[in-house]
């Protein structure tokens, strides 16, 4: 998806990027629920929670396309992986949850591995890194209110909630960003969206079914495919420092959710 997002924003703007994605996800949300409860499927418990989450991946969409738009995309994607180190982070003053010092240690390691591809100082890529890492937070906000919500609401209300925002905000901003598109440009957009749609639901139904501890690590295979799209549609290869400060990271990564676990 993000893959796509580069491609696509050589002929679209931004604007039209997000919005595509979340219109294009409809059609999934009507499929995961019969006819009967489409009415419904914007009841919740608590729908101000509900809002403020859905913000969250609406944000996290723009900085992600603006970031990749501007730098490689295995290295945009290398440090949004600060993602679940945020989570630990920001657990303990969200949650009330007791970080433990180790988890702290492997948070400090995971950020020397960003510092190590950003290389502050070092170009264009320093101040470009600024995007993928306020995904990493938007992210990592957006899992910590997805534990939330599915606590009490199913995932397909959490899902028609998140794409309804997402809508109903990027829907008037086409106005004003609208670019023509081709039809190889429109097949990408539809495309997007449901890549978009899918993955939004199976991460929300994950959240539901088992603890971010658990799935977290699973989510560094995106690296894998973000190297190798990168590398056959962009020609871009990683350097020596990409490649050691994406091991840090992930390292760390694992390294803090296995030990909470146990």
């Known amino acids: 998806m993000d893959g796509l997002a580069k491609v696509l924003t050589g002929q679209c703007s931004v604007v039209q990027v997000v919005w595509a994605r979340y219109a294009f996800a409809v059609p999934l949300i009507l499929a995961t629920a019969r006819p009967a409860a489409w009415p419904g499927l914007l009841r919740c418990e608590r729908p101000s929670l509900q809002a403020v989450r859905a913000l969250l991946p609406l944000l996290a969409n723009v900085t992600v396309i603006v970031g990749v738009s501007l730098m490689p995309l295995a290295d945009a994607t290398a440090i949004s992986f600060a993602s679940p180190l945020l989570v630990v982070a920001l657990s303990a003053p969200l949650l009330g949850e007791r970080i433990p010092v180790h988890?702290?240690?492997?948070?400090?390691?995971?950020?020397?591995?960003?510092?190590?591809?950003?290389?502050?100082?070092a170009g264009a890529i320093a101040?470009?890194?600024?995007?993928?890492?306020?995904?990493?937070?938007?992210?990592?906000?957006?899992?910590?209110?997805?534990?939330?919500?599915s606590r009490s609401d199913r995932p397909v209300v959490t899902l028609a909630w998140t794409v309804t925002v997402?809508?109903?905000?990027?829907?008037?901003?086409?106005?004003?960003?609208?670019?023509?598109?081709?039809?190889?440009?429109?097949?990408?957009?539809?495309?997007?969206?449901?890549?978009?749609?899918?993955?939004?639901?199976?991460?929300?139904?994950?959240?539901?079914?088992?603890?971010?501890?658990?799935?977290?690590?699973?989510?560094y295979a995106q690296i894998v495919a973000?190297?190798?799209?990168?590398?056959?549609?962009?020609?871009?290869?990683?350097?020596?420092?990409t490649t050691v400060g994406t091991a840090v990271v992930i390292l760390a990564g694992v390294y803090v959710l296995r030990r909470q676990a146990e």
Request: proline share 6%.
């Open 103 to 121: 988890s702290w240690i492997g948070v400090a390691c995971g950020f020397a591995g960003v510092l190590l591809i950003v290389r502050p100082g």
């Open 127 to 149: 101040w470009a890194a600024l995007f993928p890492l306020a995904t990493a937070l938007l992210f990592a906000l957006y899992q910590i209110m997805t534990r939330l919500v």
């Open 166 to 219: 997402g809508l109903v905000l990027t829907t008037p901003l086409l106005l004003g960003a609208w670019q023509p598109v081709n039809e190889t440009g429109w097949m990408l957009l539809i495309l997007s969206g449901l890549l978009f749609g899918g993955g939004q639901f199976l991460l929300i139904r994950a959240f539901a079914l088992a603890p971010a501890a658990v799935l977290t690590p699973f989510t």
């Open 226 to 241: 973000a190297v190798g799209f990168g590398i056959v549609v962009f020609g871009d290869v990683p350097d020596l420092w």
